[in-house]
């Protein structure tokens, strides 16, 4: 994952996925684009991290697939994470992580676009390792 701003962020192509049909959507900066129709199996790991001046209760991310054909988001699978408890000892900049894992199957067809949406961006824990979306052809 690679942020291009505190808003927004943008998946990479890994070592990994060079041989990969599956390519980052040069629209949405946080979806891959499928070549092909068929059963794909998601597995979307974001971690959170929350310092002392955190103001929110809760973080979230959600897989969604959007439409080539429609222009219609459907949403796949949502996790909320809330806001774990602090040791008061800790120093306001240090940061506690929480990881939030998603597994689920989704149906696209080719060109519709695989999403992962989070919320909010600025709460994603800047980490090459940490966060990571793997998409792969099923059926």
Known sequence: MLFTDEKTFQWKQSSDTRGSKIRVSLSNNNCVTVPEDGLYQIISQITFGFD???????AAQ???VKRRDTGLTELIQKKVVPVPFRDPNLHPSEKVVVSSNLLTFARARVGDEICVNVHPVE??????VENALTVELKL
Do not use: F, H, M, P
């Open 52 to 58: 002392g001046n955190t103001k929110r209760n809760v």
């Open 62 to 64: 959600s897989i969604t």
């Open 123 to 128: 709460l994603v824990y800047v980490s090459e």
